[in-house]
């Protein structure tokens, strides 16, 4: 199979998600159902990849400000900062894949996209990239320089989320990575 290229746009009318399926009712109900909303009370925003020449959502991702307490960081991360209480950070509040996607490194290609728009960000520009992760894509996460938080995470029930930060003065590296992996799936010239 040849790999498809992808736009990545904000979320609008245009893009068809009703046949959005990655495999997990939560992260399908959203796309389908709930991500209207969360734009007009201007929640956050969403972004979705299409393949290039159609107008199908194959993937899509969620930007939302939030705050993290300089707690939750270790303590080189904390020294980095400013001595606040809470430093901003952007929450990567949602990444999925149809499954009618996967093998395309599309979860990377939109994480790829997540950093980039984050680090170019000049109007609150955000010091962390914070996410809830599924314990099953703990790895995901890793492979792009993100670690756990110091906050406590209950190791026995899988389906408790691992919250996990990057600071973006670390994202160069993360975007290196993921630019690494895309050239890892790059059938050679």
């Given amino acids: 199979m040849s790999p498809l290229k992808f736009d990545i746009d904000y979320l609008a009318d245009r893009y068809d ?8 009712d939560y992260l399908d109900n959203y796309i389908k159902s709930r991500a ?12 979705v990849a299409i393949p290039v020449g159609s107008n199908v959502v194959a993937g899509y991702y969620t930007l939302t400000p939030t705050a993290i307490m300089r707690g939750s960081l270790s303590g080189a991360d904390q020294r980095k900062l400013p001595r606040y209480d809470s430093c901003n950070a952007a929450l990567l509040g949602r990444l999925a894949v149809d499954m009618q996607f996967r093998d395309q490194k599309l979860g990377t290609i939109l994480m790829l996209d ?12 955000p010091a962390l990239v914070y996410v809830d992760a599924y314990p099953a894509a703990e790895r ?50």
Avoid: H, W
């Fill in 17 to 24: 998600r009703s046949a959005f399926s990655c495999g997990d």
């Fill in 36 to 47: 209207d909303e969360d734009i007009k009370r201007r929640a956050g925003s969403v972004l």
């Fill in 114 to 125: 997540a950093l980039d728009r984050l680090k170019r960000q000049r109007d609150l520009p």
């Fill in 140 to 189: 995901f996460y890793e492979k792009f320089s993100f670690q756990r938080t110091l906050d406590p995470v209950n190791e026995e029930d899988s389906s408790k989320a691992v919250p996990m930060y990057l600071p973006m003065r670390r994202a160069d590296t993360a975007i290196n990575a993921a630019i690494e992996l895309l050239a890892e799936s790059s059938p050679s010239p």
